[in-house]
């Protein structure tokens, strides 16, 4: 069955940084765009980051732009996304999956969504 893992999420303060993990099980990871989603409790699923299939092309929510960074290896089926300067409001379950046509925001487009990593940032 395909599916990422996610991993790296943590307890952090404002102004930290932390690094998420999303590793791909029973798929070829080159040939997809992978999304990173977050969603806080109460609200609906946010898009965060997309990196297409061959790397060349990245997007970052309003949000998180010039914060967040998002990166692949597909030597190791995984793709990673730094996060810095962490805010309260990022505080969120962070999900990864994957979508066989350009990078986009509707989640709809994705599969093989993980279980998520807990975020949360605070004093």
């Known amino acids: 069955q395909s599916q990422f893992v996610e991993s790296g999420g943590d307890l952090v303060q404002p102004g930290g940084s932390l690094r998420l993990s999303c590793t791909a099980s029973?798929?070829?990871?080159?040939?997809?765009?992978i999304g990173w989603f977050r969603q806080a409790p109460g609200k609906e699923r946010e898009a965060v980051s997309c990196?297409?299939?061959?790397?060349?092309?990245?997007n970052y929510g309003d949000s998180v732009k010039d914060r967040f960074a998002i990166s692949r290896d597909n030597a190791k089926s995984t793709v990673y996304l730094q996060m810095n300067s962490l805010k309260p409001e990022d505080t969120a379950t962070y999900y990864c999956?994957?979508?066989?046509?350009?990078?986009?925001?509707?989640?709809?487009?994705?599969?093989?969504w993980g279980q998520g990593t807990q975020v949360t940032v605070s004093s």
């Open positions: 029973g798929f070829n990871l080159d040939y997809f765009a």
């Open positions: 990196i297409n299939a061959s790397g060349g092309g990245t």
């Open positions: 999956a994957a979508t066989d046509t350009w990078c986009t925001w509707n989640p709809r487009s994705f599969s093989s």
